[in-house]
């Protein structure tokens, strides 16, 4: 029996690691459901009038944003038996500001969600480093094996990285309609950390355990 209740360390050989195309599914599935439901909530309501119930279209996206949620961390319990640090932590706030944002009717808590899960992250991976731990090794151990000062200083950049993010959310929340802060969590966050993970790349080269394109490289991405 599993005694294990949160994934373990990246360097425990009795972790287990959900398929790399499931987890990308899992983070991205309920964001892409939350815009759907956004865009095309008088379209639901059509369908399935029982939704009418919960309001405009940007509190149907939220519950279901929290029912998608809740069902990405129980599909990676039942792959891994286990739950994945960060996204439990996201999912935790999703839950909770979207309990907010039905029970009061004021999507202004759905909106500080982002910022309070990147500041919380944020603070998670710069307070690590205070006590000589690299966290984000959790999150990135599948896609690459880093020496310890590369994962120091990967965590550090994303450190701050969440910071600017939960700054940008802020801004945009702030100043344009809930339309347009939708389209941005959904298609502008994504590229703007794609980006910025691309500009890592030299660092992650440089700090490798495994050299890129060789062998050993190739027969890691494989197991994984």
Not at 6 to 34: H, M, N, Q, T, Y
Not at 36 to 60: M, T
């Amino acid at each position: 029996m599993n005694d294990q209740i949160f994934e373990r360390d990246p360097s425990d050989p009795k972790r287990k690691d959900v398929p790399p195309l499931l987890k990308l599914a899992l983070e991205l599935g309920p964001l892409l459901i939350f815009f759907f439901a956004n865009s095309r909530g008088e379209w639901l309501v059509e369908r399935f009038p029982v939704l009418a119930q919960i309001g405009q279209p940007i509190f149907i996206a939220t519950a279901l944003f929290m029912a998608a949620t809740v069902i990405a961390l129980v599909v990676s319990w039942i792959m891994t038996r286990s739950l994945p640090i960060m996204p439990l932590v996201s999912g935790i706030v999703v839950l909770v500001f979207g309990a907010l944002t039905l029970w009061l009717h004021n999507d202004t808590f759905i909106k500080m969600k982002p910022t309070i899960v990147n500041s919380l992250f944020g603070a998670i991976l710069l307070g690590g480093l205070l006590f000589g731990k690299a966290l984000l090794g959790y999150v990135f151990d599948q896609a690459f094996k880093l020496d310890a000062e590369g994962w120091r200083k990967l965590t550090l950049r994303w450190g701050l990285f969440f910071f600017v993010l939960a700054v940008i959310n802020e801004v945009v929340w702030r100043n344009f309609s809930t339309d347009a802060w939708v389209t941005f969590k959904v298609w502008g966050v994504m590229p703007l950390t794609i980006a910025f993970t691309m500009f890592q790349l030299p660092l992650i080269k440089k700090h490798s355990l495994v050299p890129w394109g060789s062998e050993d490289s190739a027969a890691s991405a494989d197991k994984k």
